[in-house]
């Protein structure tokens, strides 16, 4: 027969209420007390059963976590991550797709507003606007995306993006363009700000683009035929589709174009030539959205970037 908390409560001598409070309350039962309830649970077996207590503590128990691509490389990390955050703080994680779509992002929103306690939304497409709406119906956490009075978890990639720049410009590159992501990305939007604000570097952009391998692919034509030594795109699938598309126009990468990635996806450290590329810390990203989320915590959190520095960059052709 199935373990009940009447079981839990006999065995370590307290009354079911204490047995129930430390699964849905803990902070209301004393340390010595919740260690032997939970000592004791864990010797029978006995697991709450989390629709029930959904009844008594109007939580579920479930967070959602919503991306802009599952097939993009920048996710899978921040996701697992996220999910062992949820897990150890007793919480299923539900995970979901919008396909770079804002009604698609909207839709989900208000579709995991009914089965969790709180969602974290990752890349967002949506306006301000749209953003501050859908607030006052669920709690949420934004990764990489700034907005007032809500929580946030943001990769510094501006400090990044000028940090690549100014690696190009010690190599000597003087004209270099920029491979813009999405219209509705905030970190297109940072990229481009910081790139284009670093001296001595004429900067071209190209934009917007997908933020996919076949949007690189798609851009190399222009950036070919634009007079640059060096690139930087939006993300490190961008730029493994713009080597490949400049290839196919005999540009040589390193030895003609340089080219630099975001992300340091596993993705962008197979190809050859090894992509240099924007270390973004999404590990790190996706647990500290989840404590956010789980500890109610209003606040702005800002992670480190650096760069990582491999054969996709090089001196300009004929330099000294």
Request: charged share 20%; aromatic share 4%; glycine share 8%.
């Amino acid at each position: 027969m199935a373990v009940t908390i009447r079981d839990v409560a006999h065995a370590c001598g307290v009354h079911v209420s204490t047995v129930s409070r430390t699964f849905s309350a803990p902070h209301m039962v004393n340390a010595e007390t919740r260690t032997r309830v939970l000592e004791a649970a864990e010797r029978l077996g006995y697991r709450p059963n989390r629709a029930a207590r959904s009844l008594t503590t109007g939580r579920t128990g479930n967070l959602g976590l919503i991306v802009a691509d599952l097939a993009n490389p920048f996710f899978p990390p921040l996701i697992k991550a996220a999910q062992a955050a949820a897990r150890a703080q007793d919480y299923h994680l539900f995970v979901a797709d919008t396909d770079e779509d804002p009604a698609e992002e909207r839709d989900l929103v208000l579709a995991f507003s009914k089965q969790v306690d709180g969602i974290v939304l990752c890349s967002p497409r949506l306006s301000n606007k749209a953003l501050g709406e859908l607030a006052e119906t669920i709690p949420f956490v934004l990764v990489n995306r700034r907005m007032r009075g809500v929580p946030t978890v943001v990769m510094d990639v501006a400090h990044g993006a000028r940090t690549a720049m100014e690696h190009l410009a010690g190599l000597g590159h003087r004209r270099v363009a920029l491979v813009s992501g999405p219209a509705g990305s905030w970190t297109s939007g940072e990229i481009r700000r910081a790139a284009t604000d670093v001296p001595g570097v004429e900067t071209v952009v190209f934009g917007p683009n997908a933020p996919t391998e076949q949007g690189g692919v798609a851009a190399a034509g222009q950036v070919a035929e634009a007079g640059v030594t060096g690139v930087l795109a939006y993300n490190d699938l961008v730029a493994i589709g713009l080597i490949e598309g400049l290839e196919e126009r005999g540009v040589r990468v390193p030895a003609d174009v340089s080219v630099i990635g975001v992300d340091d996806s596993a993705t962008g450290r197979l190809h050859r030539p090894k992509l240099t590329t924007v270390a973004m810390p999404t590990a790190d990203a996706g647990r500290m959205a989840v404590d956010l989320i789980v500890k109610s915590m209003s606040a702005a959190t800002v992670l480190d970037t650096h760069l990582v520095v491999r054969e996709s960059t090089a001196p300009p052709k004929g330099s000294p």
